[in-house]
């Protein structure tokens, strides 16, 4: 009778995590959906109204360097928390394309600051419009859902998510 107890508080317990698993991989699977979904968004080349064709990642790069005159790729690496090399092939692919331009400062070859041309400017500024257009847009079907508090509260969740992510594991 004893071992049959100690059977049946292990299938029970087994089948508590089990239903716990379940649970907590059902919320999983949406924040997994979200960001694949997003990923392969972000990835895929778009036309922001200047006949250039450049992913967000891109874009979004070339803006934070608009704005930043003379940022560095080390800045720009802690900005988008990327790799330096990551960063540095983004820069690459955008100084080919005639979009910024690399300054040696006088007095310190080491340090390269980063800025854009008159092309990647236009370009920047046309990517800002076109953000607002999209975004205007994605809270209004929000809202319709939604209340405004409840998308705040969404966006301080997904803000504090993402710092989550960088904290060490427990054991």
Known sequence: MKDYKNKMTNTENVVLRNA???ELDEKANIIYKFVTT????????HDYGTGEIINMV???TLTVIEENPGITVTDVALHWNRTKGAVSQIVAKLEKRGLIFRKKEDGNA???H???TDKGEFLSKAHKAYDIK???WADKMLRQGFTTEEIVIFYKIMD???ELLDL???E
């Open 20 to 22: 716990k698993y379940h």
């Open 38 to 45: 997003y990923n392969d968004y972000i990835k895929t080349a």
């Open 58 to 60: 891109e874009v979004h």
């Open 110 to 112: 080491k340090n390269v």
């Open 114 to 116: 980063l800025y854009v």
């Open 134 to 136: 999209e975004l205007t």
């Open 160 to 162: 504090r998510y993402t």
């Open 168 to 170: 060490p594991r427990p």
